[in-house]
């Protein structure tokens, strides 16, 4: 298996443009997590899916960022403005189900300017 | 509210040194209890992991870690550590069925001087 697959690796936007993260979870799995990853605040949970479900927003920053799961493969986040207290390494995951462990992408790292 | 606590923010240890990292986490009930690591500049990768069944736990790269309930605790070990330890590692844990998914520790750096 592949593993996690995040797009893009990299991203550097500047302040006020939309920003568009893309996870692939490993086949099979059930849950999907989103993470946001600083010096400052650590390894911050943003939000988790089960079966495609939003069941935990509440580390969702703020308004400008929301997430979807259309199908059991594909998720993403994204950013509308973007500020530059958004950049950091956002990292996706994916578990078979919610109490098992996670597995980790390899990470966006975001930088707006 | 539901927390795990890593004691040791920074350690530096030369090569060779055993290695001992605390984990504790807020209150007892069902837990998952995991560790991961993450190398500079890379993702999070599963050391090892604790469902259930004997206590001490053994994962990769010659880590283990142990389970004790009475303490709500679940620290890290490695008899001798390399250069290539050198990364940060998270303690995490799952309470009951997951409803609130895996809550991280803030994370211990560990340095390896050769």
């Known amino acids: 298996d592949a593993g996690v697959i995040q797009s893009p690796r990299h991203e550097v936007t500047e302040m006020g443009q939309e920003v568009t993260l893309r996870c692939k979870p490993i086949s099979g799995h059930n849950s999907l997590f989103w993470y946001r990853q600083t010096m400052m605040r650590g390894l911050e949970l943003l939000i988790y899916f089960n079966n495609n479900v939003p069941i935990d927003d509440s580390g969702m920053p703020e308004d400008r960022f929301s997430a979807k799961m259309p199908n059991a493969s594909f998720s993403t986040l994204k950013i509308q403005p973007s500020e530059p207290r958004d950049s950091a390494v956002y990292f996706c995951a994916s578990s078979l189900d919610r109490n098992y462990e996670q597995y980790f992408g390899p990470g966006t790292r975001l930088t707006v300017t | 509210a539901q927390s795990v606590s890593q004691h040791n923010h920074h350690v530096i240890l030369s090569e060779a040194a055993s290695l001992e990292l605390g984990c504790n986490y807020s209150?007892?009930?069902?837990?998952?209890l995991f560790w991961y690591v993450q190398y500079p500049g890379q993702h999070l990768q599963l050391l090892l992991k604790y469902f259930s069944g004997d206590p001490l736990v053994k994962g990769i790269k010659g880590f283990e870690a142990e389970f004790i309930k009475s303490k709500f605790s679940f620290n890290l070990r490695k008899p001798s550590v390399q250069w290539s330890d050198t990364a940060e590692y998270f303690c995490?844990?799952?309470w009951g069925g997951g409803a609130d998914g895996l809550t991280f520790g803030k994370g211990t750096h560990l340095i390896i001087q050769p």
């Open positions: 209150y007892g009930g069902t837990v998952n």
């Open positions: 995490a844990v799952i």
